[in-house]
Nanobody, 129 residues
């Protein structure tokens, strides 16, 4: 059974930093592309960024480009989302997600939620002004 678990969320002032972690059991991140999404109440879940299964390429939403970065530790089977220069509009529940098929690149793109099979429960990030 696959489980993804996010951690590292919290309350931070604008301009601050946080690092989110996503640990997996039952799935090896080095074989699956992984994405980060976020959702504010009343809004759709939106793409934040992704890393391909090889780990050599990352992709970001324009709203976070230059401020957020994704990395992966294969030994710990954990994917990270480093967030700097946080803004109040970054406030949301952050989810990590992974593809169902190994060694697979999404046909419709990393931003498409439907390409992801496994999802974590989310971690709250609140940025105060």
């Amino acid at each position: 059974q696959v489980q993804l678990e996010e951690s590292g969320g919290g309350l931070v002032q604008a301009g601050g930093s946080l690092r989110l972690s996503c640990a997996a059991s039952g799935l090896t991140f080095s074989r699956h592309f992984t994405g980060w999404f976020r959702q504010d109440p009343g809004k759709e879940r939106e793409f934040v960024g992704a890393i391909n299964w090889r780990g050599g390429n990352t992709y970001y939403a324009d709203s976070v480009k230059g401020r957020f970065s994704i990395s992966r530790d294969n030994a710990k089977n954990t994917v990270y989302l480093q967030m700097i220069s946080l803004k109040p509009e970054d406030t949301a529940v952050y989810y990590c997600a992974a593809s169902g098929k190994p060694y697979y690149s999404p046909i419709s793109g990393y931003t498409n939620r439907a390409e992801y099979t496994y999802w974590g429960q989310g971690t709250q990030v609140t940025v105060s002004s």
